[in-house]
């Protein structure tokens, strides 16, 4: 699996692989995302309330179409997990948009917060590195907020059994994320 820049160094990753990783994990975030509210509209999609998740929904596709565009520019290989988040996303997306639209509002907020950090750390490590991902990163990590706000003013808090839902939804997404940074 590892690349051969990957051999080069022990310890620390060189830069460019280290900047490989981040664009993989992202990508692949992207895509989990894209599919969780396409779940969340499979179900949810003809209710009269569907336009804030809708909304979603495009950004994250526009999210995905520019980590596609950078992945392609860059020559990163693509996560080899694919089949998994196109799977993975779905089923969370459906799942919680069947306990009821307030839990799917749950989910977006626990996706979203642990992108925020997860974007906010990659921002921090760039520093003045590769300022064409920073500013992507910047840029995409002011929505995943806003997506964050729209389902604390959707409802989230009030979704049965809200804290262990969301706590459960960061640790699938915190293990996701370390996933998708390597394989
Ligand atoms: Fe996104
Ligand atoms: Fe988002």
Redesign the pocket.
């Known amino acids: 699996m590892s690349e051969p820049m990957e051999r080069d160094l022990p310890g620390d990753l060189p830069r460019g692989e280290s900047i490989h990783r981040m664009i993989r994990v992202d990508h692949a975030g992207?895509y989990g995302?894209r599919r969780i509210y396409e779940g969340q509209l499979a179900v949810l999609g003809r209710r009269r309330d569907a336009d804030p998740i809708r909304h979603m929904a495009a950004?994250?596709q526009r999210?995905l179409e520019a980590f596609d565009k950078l992945i392609g520019e860059r020559r990163v290989r693509p996560t080899a997990l694919h089949p998994l988040w196109h799977v993975a996303g779905y089923a969370l997306g459906a799942a919680t948009a069947l306990l009821g639209r307030e839990a799917a509002m749950a989910c977006t907020v626990a996706v979203e917060e642990m992108?925020d950090e997860h974007y906010a750390k990659q921002a921090a490590r760039l520093g003045a590195d590769d300022p064409e991902l920073k500013t992507m990163i910047e840029a995409?990590r002011a929505?995943?907020i806003e997506h964050r706000d729209i389902g604390l003013a959707e409802g989230a808090e009030r979704a049965p059994a809200y804290s262990l839902l969301r706590d459960a939804i960061k640790t699938g997404s915190r293990v996701a994320i370390w996933l998708a940074e390597r394989i």
């Open positions: 992207e995302a950004q994250e999210h992108i995409f929505e995943e």
